[in-house]
């Protein structure tokens, strides 16, 4: 056969020898990482609610999960575990796109107050900060102690975001919800858990891939200018998408939004240095392994899939070698964890019980 530029590439580069002639559980995506990671790095997580199987796995591993915003001193483990504290490295709940992460940063560090201040919920007249509505399951008794809560929060994203070593970030979705007067980005659409949905006041928006690109590389250099050293992990959730705001059928948008993200997250691994992607997504929807990987609900990733993925992470982000012990650690304690599924949150779930 005549010589083509494919004719010397490595194995990892064809489908057949690739994916084809290997049985699903030796399939891994990553041929290399620009870090690793070590187990007294700080590593903070944040994105949509796949990223919180990440943080548990690196709490069950021994790796140093970075918890920036602490409950009160005297609340019980299990207290702070209702209220959230650690959900993410702080209290800011599921960071589904780019754009509401690019805004937090913005709003602690004072460069954007949106003028929508607060929610009442109708069920109980309580308060609720906007941004991260289901955050407190109370709910305040008055605005001052929202208002409070919401600045002890915003101090601890600085601290976070100027001593964390590592952020891992998940891509999660690109529909969205925003306050009109000042394009004010929310967590969930007006009157899912407070708020009253009005046309007038708030808009749906769905984000393009160069939105997203956009945004990221911006919270990226806004991170920088605080913390040059900040290595980033960057995935796309595998789960799908809950519900679409967009007039055709959820198949399609969950497509379109997994396809945008993806084409985003590629983008921005070659733009900027010390930025990682894991195929946590890539992983659970090649073809061999979907129908190990998913829940009965077709939407969630199972115990399976989140140890599969997990592994991944630590053959190839850490010195395997040395934590053999802690990556046998995440398969017992992950797979428990999610199979209870006890603690993992999307906040979009609200929208079916609305």
Not at 52 to 71: D, K, R, T, V
Not at 176 to 201: E, F, M, N, Y
Not at 224 to 238: D, F, G
């Amino acid at each position: 056969m005549a010589e083509n530029p494919y004719s010397s590439l490595p194995d990892h580069r064809f489908w057949r020898k690739a994916v084809t002639s290997l049985p699903p559980f030796a399939l891994d995506p990553i041929i290399r990482t620009p870090f690793k990671i070590s187990p007294q790095d700080k590593v903070a997580t944040g994105g949509s609610c796949f990223a919180q199987e990440i943080a548990l796995g690196l709490q069950a591993s021994g790796f140093h999960y970075y918890l920036a915003e602490q409950p009160p001193a005297g609340m019980s483990a299990d207290e702070a575990l209702r209220r959230n504290y650690s959900m993410y490295s702080c209290r800011y709940g599921n960071l589904y796109t780019t754009v509401q992460l690019l805004q937090l940063i913005e709003r602690a560090y004072g460069r954007f107050t949106p003028q929508l201040d607060h929610w009442n919920r109708p069920e109980d007249g309580r308060f609720v900060d906007p941004f991260r509505p289901r955050i407190e399951p109370d709910g305040y008794a008055t605005v001052d102690e929202m208002r409070a809560d919401r600045e002890r929060h915003l101090a601890a994203v600085r601290h976070m975001l100027e001593t964390m070593d590592v952020f891992v970030f998940t891509f999660g979705h690109t529909e969205t919800w925003r306050h009109k007067p000042d394009g004010a980005i929310l967590q969930l659409a007006p009157g899912v858990a407070g708020g009253v949905w009005d046309p007038s006041v708030y808009e749906f928006y769905n984000m393009t891939v160069s939105e997203v690109v956009r945004d990221f590389m911006a919270a990226v250099d806004r991170i920088r200018e605080v913390n040059p050293k900040v290595r980033i992990v960057l995935s796309v959730s595998p789960v799908g998408i809950i519900a679409t705001y967009e007039d055709r059928h959820v198949i399609e948008s969950n497509c379109a939004v997994k396809a945008i993200l993806r084409a985003a997250a590629d983008e921005v691994v070659r733009a900027r240095p010390n930025i990682a992607y894991l195929p946590s997504y890539d992983l659970a929807t090649v073809s061999p392994n979907v129908p190990m990987f998913y829940r009965e609900d077709t939407r969630r990733i199972n115990p399976y899939g989140v140890d599969r993925a997990m592994r991944v992470f630590f053959d190839h982000f850490t010195d395997r070698r040395k934590e053999q012990d802690a990556v046998k650690a995440v398969k017992i304690d992950v797979a428990a964890e999610a199979e209870s599924n006890s603690r993992v949150v999307c906040d979009e779930e609200a929208i079916e019980s609305a």
